[in-house]
């Protein structure tokens, strides 16, 4: 195997005290996996490694045949290694992308099933928990996939239920739904390998906002009322965004809906999984987010443009979503400047 550089040279810098063992990490290429999401995962170990000038992460790259793999848009990535053994202990994530029932040969899952016998920790990326559930390796964990495919993998894997969220840590087993989940998902690993403040800089470094929070959905509510196709749902969900200034009464909605106000509950329910109180809410939050990102307004002044009765009511929802009142997060913003 080429020897690789893993420290490339860059002009932010960070400095982080470490002396101890590089972190070898493996992506397994299957045919057709997503481009987005695989390099989503790895850049955050390169800038990890730029910023830092240390060798925090080492990364290879793994085919069946150790040929290039052809991604879904058609670009072909080279690998480093062919189905060898690797070392024990080491972290191994599988790329999949469309098809991904079919992407996975009698011959990879043999090495999967061995890998994994040796105590590799093993992950998914995007569509990868199809080949981890065909070696057995999602039983009684928590684990995500792109919610794309989460229809087709139900069917084929009875028993098994991923989650919705942009990623699941389950001890060892590390899983995202894909695109730029893989990006927080490796965010949340770095964080945990190297601390918090590394992992802020290397954020900032991909221009990626943090969700700070594995348990976000992959879909926004509105996308998963479009996809129901259900009318009044739609109609709920537009009220609520041309009155978030001044937010309407639950009753008040539904009557603009025409819908009644146990049908519009029972519809959020059934498709979106929250109550529509709940979606008001987070969908206010999410403008006070956007408008402390793009804007020079007040704390004070963003409370009122959400229909907050003050700013103390707009801290509170604000942290509980993002993890830091309004006053944090806008000051984090210009200390990583």
Not at 71 to 99: K, Q, T
Not at 110 to 127: E, P, V
Not at 306 to 315: E, I, V, W, Y
């Amino acid at each position: 195997m080429k020897e690789k550089n893993f420290i490339p040279k860059g002009a932010a810098s960070f400095q982080i005290n470490f002396d101890g063992k590089t972190r070898d990490i493996y992506f397994l290429l299957l045919p057709k996996l997503t481009m987005l999401a695989f390099s989503a995962a790895l850049e955050p170990l390169r800038v990890a490694n730029q910023v830092t000038n240390k060798e925090l992460y080492r990364w290879y790259l793994v085919s069946e045949d150790g040929q290039k793999v052809q991604c879904s848009n058609g670009v072909e990535i080279s690998a480093d290694l062919d189905l060898e053994n690797i070392p024990r202990a080491a972290r191994l994530f599988v790329c999949s992308g469309i098809e991904p029932a079919e992407s996975t040969s009698p011959k990879v899952l043999a090495w999967l099933n061995r890998q994994r016998a040796f105590g590799c920790h093993l992950g998914g990326i995007c569509t990868g928990a199809f080949a981890l559930a065909k070696i057995g390796a999602l039983r009684g964990r928590k684990f995500t996939l792109h919610w794309e495919n989460q229809p087709a993998f139900s069917e084929y894997f009875d028993g098994l239920e991923p989650s919705t969220n942009l990623y699941e840590i389950d001890k060892d087993l590390m899983t995202c739904g894909g695109g730029n989940a893989a990006t927080d998902m490796m965010l949340d690993m770095i964080e945990s390998d190297f601390g918090k403040d590394l992992a802020i800089i290397i954020s900032d470094m991909c221009i990626h906002f943090r969700s700070n929070n594995r348990k976000a959905l992959q879909k926004s509510a509105y996308s998963v009322a479009l996809g129901s196709r259900n009318q009044k749902l739609i109609n709920a969900m537009q009220v609520m965004h041309d009155h978030i200034e001044e937010p309407l009464e639950i009753t008040e909605i539904a009557d603009l809906a025409n819908i009644s106000r146990r049908q519009l509950e029972r519809l959020f329910q059934k498709y979106v999984e929250i109550s529509p109180v709940q979606f008001y809410i987070e969908l206010r939050v999410a403008r006070a987010h956007a408008l402390l990102n793009e804007t020079d307004m007040t704390v004070a002044q963003i409370a009122a443009a959400t229909g907050f009765g003050s700013t103390t009511q707009l801290a509170v929802r604000f942290k509980k979503r993002f993890g830091k009142s309004p006053s944090a997060f806008r000051r984090g913003w210009s200390e990583h400047s």
